[in-house]
């Protein structure tokens, strides 16, 4: 099993920025996609960007797409989200999650392990 624990949230005005970090504990993190999630209140939990276990393949949503850059250090078992030009409608909890898969998974279902989330909050 594989624990993920999500920092680097909290309250930034309109066109900040943020870097989310999510550190890894457990077996072989260096061979899980990564992916972050998000959701906001009254809506449902949304893609938002993936990373392959190697690093190198990327997938973006088209509303993050250009502002946002997952990456991650395998050495340090962490991944990252760095979010440019928020926007308000970037407001929701972040959430990472793993899945032992050999491409970039996009779909919720296709995650084994999930973290606890972040709080991003986004004023206009």
């Known amino acids: 099993q594989v624990q993920l624990v999500e920092s680097g949230g909290g309250l930034v005005q309109a066109g900040g920025s943020l870097r989310l970090s999510c550190a890894a504990s457990?077996?072989?993190?260096?061979?899980?996609?990564m992916g972050w999630f998000r959701q906001a209140p009254g809506k449902e939990r949304e893609f938002v960007a993936a990373i392959s276990w190697s690093g190198g393949n990327t997938y973006y949503a088209d509303s993050v797409k250009g502002r946002f850059t997952i990456s991650r250090d395998n050495a340090k078992n962490t991944v990252y989200l760095q979010m440019n030009s928020l926007k308000p409608e970037d407001t929701a909890v972040y959430y990472c999650a793993a899945e032992r898969s050999d491409y970039v998974p996009t779909r919720g279902y296709e995650y084994d392990y999930w973290g606890q989330g972040t709080q991003v909050t986004v004023s206009s």
């Open positions: 457990g077996r072989t993190f260096s061979k899980y996609a």
